[in-house]
């Protein structure tokens, strides 16, 4: 669980390429997250075209980390396997940490950009992906070999936990 306190966002890579062989780990890992009803309705994108990184860092003011990375994997949610939308965020959410947890693991770095809930850059990441109307964008992760060392230091407050009640 080493990886879990260790974590951090990284924003700068390596200009190398993440092997096959690692995305499909945290494509795995993503996938191994629970879903409510379990519906799993997510699916992915995987980008590793710089013109298509490119345009992804222009989704929103926050994803310009993207332009630099060797991969981004963009979670979506088919709408068209659920039974309702109520935990959509919640589902997706728990398969992009999952995805960070994994590439921390794997000595890489990753950081997450939201997309959802704001409709103009679901509707721009949507354009750029071509997806069909059934399916969402729910955020963007950049992934890479870190060029840049973000110590992890004690996030654990003491102060923040209330047993039975606050």
């Known amino acids: 669980m080493n990886s879990i306190f260790k974590r951090r966002s990284i924003r700068k890579y390596e200009e190398k390429s993440v092997e096959n062989e690692k995305i499909h780990l945290l494509l795995k890992a993503a996938m191994s997250a629970p879903t409510a009803r379990n519906q799993r309705e997510w699916e992915f994108v995987v980008v590793t075209d710089p013109e298509i990184l490119r345009e992804l860092s222009?989704?929103?003011p926050y994803a310009k980390p993207t332009a630099a990375a060797p991969l981004a994997i963009v979670p979506l949610a088919n709408t068209e396997r659920m039974n309702g939308t109520a935990y959509l965020e919640q589902d997706l959410g728990?398969?992009?940490?999952n995805i960070l947890i994994e590439a921390e693991e794997l000595g890489l770095g990753a950081v997450w950009m939201g997309i959802m809930p704001r409709e103009e850059r679901m509707?721009?990441?949507s354009e750029?992906?071509?997806l069909p109307e059934h399916v969402v964008p729910f955020a963007i992760v950049a992934v890479g070999y870190p060029a840049e060392v973000r110590e992890?230091?004690?996030r654990y407050e003491e102060e923040r936990v209330h047993?039975?009640?606050y």
């Not at 728990?94 to 940490?97: G, L, W």
């Open 163 to 165: 047993y039975n009640g």
């Open 58 to 60: 222009q989704a929103s």
């Open 123 to 125: 509707a721009r990441v």
């Open 152 to 154: 992890a230091g004690e």
């Open 128 to 130: 750029m992906l071509k």
């Open 94 to 97: 728990a398969a992009v940490e």
